[in-house]
């Protein structure tokens, strides 16, 4: 028996007990005649006191000999603090002990295993099974776990089925790159790893299962970027005999339930926002609703001034910062330089200060009177006190600019706060996105999503027009989750095919199993996925993903931990009847 | 709305209620003036009644075009039966339709959507969504995904924590053979896809996870044996500070919890029995215990009697099948065909009745007078109207010979009931297999595995008798999990990889991640991993894994469904800078 009790396990009602925890050495304070040894585990942290004098020579030789991170053994008896901590929550008591085993000697760690650590990203990625020894990352996997089983939970109760579909599946050409595993028992061909269970989610509708989930990993060879890993994890689900309304109710439970059971927070009902009603007021397809600041178009209200940045611009666009009139040159110069950064795109900024007292000044006071300010200022619903910020410019880009402006702003005035949770859906997406470079149409979500009824006649006059049944959850302005109903009909599904740009044989080679399907009786049927690192590192007040993975891959998609990928032996080359191409 | 209840939902206390219900015809029945739909989805089948003289024509034509498989959505009035139906749930009520729509025509399936089908293997797997709409199919999916469930709620109560552990990791020459993944970001390298979680569940005992479980996926690149999966999943788990019994106890319990609330059976404590009395008394590490029929060696009883067969024997071992005295020459003659199969690999058989009339009769009376035969009886501990079986020859080849006669006689004298389950333990493996083809030692369960402590000084003096603490459970004859106390030690592993035959250099390439991670204070820590898939079909009384598997693969490793694996495009290939040998 390694083990009476774990390490945060004792308190007041075991004194007098006899013991035995294990768990690592976090720390050995030796004032001599006094000796402690705080020893941790998963579950907490106990102390182990040592009156020298009294105790026996050997126990007093091996805790002087232990070091950071030993893992031993401790047999003694639970007596009451002196002096009690409340800053652990076995502070009341305390270990004398009778016995000290050294399971197992440790070298000095690379970097100190406390919340607070010394070690950078690069060093932690390589020894991350000491990172995760600290609390901070192991609360964040213990987060993980819970919401994975109050996930399930919540589903398993609505009639929900786990089903588990497969990894090694076929390679499709549409979307993201495949990761591919070459078969040898069929040399020359290839499995994929699934960017999604996609078509075998529809096909478990087809085949009657009604409600089917999965936490599931998936896998897309993307160039990285910042917070991408190669393989990830998704809420994947689907449900038939089932309209968008349905979908949108079922899995606004489900994260209601999520923030209620494991953050304890009430999530209202979910607000919903067309897209393009997100793209005119947000500029963005996934608005922090956290803060208000809509844009205000301008058009109508300062063009006709003989300014000729707003006379050229296709749209003037502004928001209004409440509050923020007394920003400095200094703060002004500094949200310019933001907005001309080349990832936001805006060539210069206008602004308008609403002073206190009343009176209106701007950038631009050479083309704009006071009286044409009052305008501006009662365009966008402004108080004294408020700052009005303008972009001009190209539609698109100048929405898309003054979207990250937007959220710098909400930044600047602490307006997105990390405990607060504003989430709602984004709805009505349009089906196709044209591509300029290639002269086409692309899915927006994917090639099986259903256009809304009432547009499908649009898709023969004016298919970039056609609206989808698709939507997004978004909460705190990160995209969470989204899905479509699907088409469930074959004809429509191979009409979609056709605009966009498969040929029947196309179609047929990569979908045709699907489309095959459909013709023995399909249901109804929608659904969504979840992307739950990022879910996960959203409940956990985080930015990065990387945090809520165990074993997460560097932006090259190297595991520098297990020095992964590796060459391979060339026996296994030839098994695979493959060879590398120098 | 497609729908205000399932098919399975509606009782006697829905009548007079207007109902939506959706889902497949199963059938139509057709007697002029009544004409009846049955109405299936996943909870049940509802009946459709239509008097064809009071209602519409529409209805009735709708109804008398529909063909089986239509998807279609009803709504109509619930009445009470006149003749009512024990047969299934809802057989006390019907639906008088007032609208019938039809979502989605069906083409005629390539087999019969019913328990008992009229469709193939190969079929079948072809047409695998419409094979799932078969409730025999459906229901082994269902009881999987319960499996899971209550596996969570077991381990989760117990503080385990699910963990994901990657998926794209790092290749291994050890075991079986890897599937690869040419990585396109670093040319010439090459993920590997797991066999199992094994070193990064070690790494999280490193890393103070303490407990931690996963439902995962595993892949072997395996020629596939009849029920093998080149995917296939396990129930993976591992703990820190624990010796052998407590990892029994704790996994033990699992299993116990899931017969309990999957079956409702109560399983008792399981026995344990060593490998060396498993190999004495069965001749199999996996003995099926569900009956008796134990080996009796008779060497020291048969020998000396001018019976060449016998004497010239290394072994000559027999097991007593009770009542089966009786047994005709015929069968006889097919008990001897069937030990002299190549698989099974005896050269003969030998048999003494033991009449019910208290004589005794044998197949080498030549040799064995009655008084002789006696001394067999006794040996066995006979009764009159038993049968005596006996082999001989080469001791290894003889026992695993006999251990197929045995199970073949369980079998044929019904002492295998499925529903019946006798669980137990197999402790004490042999920590090494000596390989003649090679002349080395490979690690009988992985090299991870620690030896008994009472054991290890025979490392260097005799490394074949040292035994590892090693543990298989085995359930009807079936090793449904397996696992072992590890090694914490870095020089103790060190001196397993020698003992092994990796040099220095390969041991550090392959597994210097781990061994590095021991120095940094690794606890003492063991597990198991559960073959999932095999332990639903034990569940679902079947004896193949592929029924439990919503897409399972053919023998070849196909997925006939989807057609994978397929060629690939050559930019494909270009970009992974690998290319096909011909």
Redesign the interface.
């Known amino acids: 028996?390694?083990?009476t009790h774990t390490c945060g396990e004792l308190r007041k009602s075991h004194v007098g007990q006899t013991v035995t925890i294990?768990g690592?050495v976090q720390g050995v304070r030796d004032k001599g005649s006094l000796l402690w040894i705080d020893l941790?585990?998963?579950?907490g942290i106990t102390q182990i006191t040592i009156e020298t004098e009294n105790a026996s020579k050997d126990i007093t030789d091996i805790a002087r000999s232990l070091g950071r991170?030993?893992?031993i053994?401790v047999t003694g008896k639970v007596a009451e603090r002196y002096s009690k901590s409340d800053k652990i929550e076995t502070g009341d008591v305390e270990i004398n002990p009778e016995k000290i085993v050294v399971?197992?000697?440790?070298?000095t760690?690379p970097f100190t295993i406390e919340d607070e650590t010394d070690g950078g990203d690069d060093i932690r990625m390589k020894?991350?099974?000491?990172?995760?020894?600290r609390n901070t990352v192991?609360k964040n996997?213990?987060l993980?776990?819970r919401m994975?089983?109050e996930t399930?939970n919540y589903l398993?109760k609505l009639n929900f089925?786990?089903?588990?579909?497969?990894?090694?599946?076929?390679?499709t050409?549409e979307g993201a790159?495949?990761?591919?595993?070459?078969?040898?028992?069929?040399?020359?061909?290839?499995?994929?790893?699934p960017q999604s269970p996609q078509?075998?989610k529809q096909?478990?509708m087809?085949?009657?299962?009604?409600r089917y989930y999965q936490i599931v990993?998936c896998?897309r060879?993307e160039?990285?970027r910042a917070d991408r890993q190669?393989?990830f994890?998704q809420i994947d689900c689907e449900m038939a005999?089932?309209?968008q309304e349905?979908v949108l109710n079922t899995f606004e439970g489900l994260v209601r339930h999520l923030f209620k059971s494991v953050k304890g927070v009430d999530i209202p009902t979910l607000s919903r926002m067309t897209y393009a009603d997100a793209m005119k007021n947000y500029g963005n397809d996934k608005p922090d609703i956290r803060f208000e600041m809509k844009f205000v178009e301008l058009n109508e209200v300062v063009k006709g001034q003989n300014f000729k940045v707003f006379d050229d611009a296709g749209l003037v666009v502004g928001i209004c910062a409440k509050g923020a009139a007394e920003y400095t040159r200094k703060q002004l110069d500094e949200l310019t330089e933001f907005v001309k950064r080349p990832q936001v795109g805006a060539t210069g900024m206008v602004y308008a200060r609403y002073n206190a007292d009343g009176t209106l000044k701007s950038s631009v006071d050479k083309f704009y009177n006071e009286e044409e300010l009052k305008k501006w200022a009662t365009a966008f619903n402004a108080q004294p006190g408020d700052l009005i910020l303008i972009l001009a410019g190209d539609e698109h880009k100048t929405r898309k600019a003054l979207s990250e402006l937007r959220l710098e702003m909400g930044n600047r005035l602490g307006l997105r706060d990390k405990n607060t949770f504003a989430c709602h859906w984004v709805i009505d997406f349009p089906m196709f996105e044209y591509n300029e470079e290639d002269g086409r149409l692309y899915a927006m979500h994917h090639p099986f999503t259903s256009p809304k009824p009432e547009d499908i006649e649009l898709l023969n006059s004016n298919p970039g027009t056609v609206r989808a049944n698709a939507y997004d959850m978004v909460i705190n302005g990160v995209e969470i989750g989204g899905g479509s109903i699907r088409i469930?009909?074959k004809k429509l599904q191979s009409q979609i095919f056709d605009l966009l740009g498969f040929t029947k044989e196309d179609a047929q080679a990569q979908f045709g199993?699907l489309m095959n399907?459909?013709?023995?009786?399909?249901?109804?049927h929608g659904g969504l996925a979840f992307g739950f690192d990022r879910l996960c590192s959203l409940f956990g007040g985080s930015e990065s993903i990387r945090d809520f993975?165990?074993?997460p891959?560097n932006n090259?998609?190297?595991?520098v931990?297990?020095?992964?990928?590796?060459?391979?032996?060339q026996a296994?080359l030839?098994?695979?009847?493959?060879?590398?191409?120098k």
């Open positions: 028996m390694l083990r294990s690592w941790r585990d998963r579950y991170e030993f893992v053994s399971l197992n000697p440790a070298i760690p020894y991350r099974y000491l990172d995760l020894r192991r996997i213990e993980r776990h994975a089983i399930r398993d089925l786990e089903v588990e579909t497969p990894v090694l599946i076929k390679s050409p790159r495949d990761f591919v595993v070459p078969s040898r028992m069929n040399p020359g061909e290839f499995y994929a790893l078509t075998f096909l478990l087809v085949g009657g299962f009604d990993k896998f060879d160039d990285l190669p393989e994890t005999f089932v309209e349905d469930s009909n199993f399907a459909f013709e023995f009786g399909a249901p109804p993975i165990a074993f891959k090259s998609g190297r595991d931990m297990i020095d992964s990928p590796s060459p391979i032996a296994q030839d098994e695979l009847a493959i060879a590398i191409k």
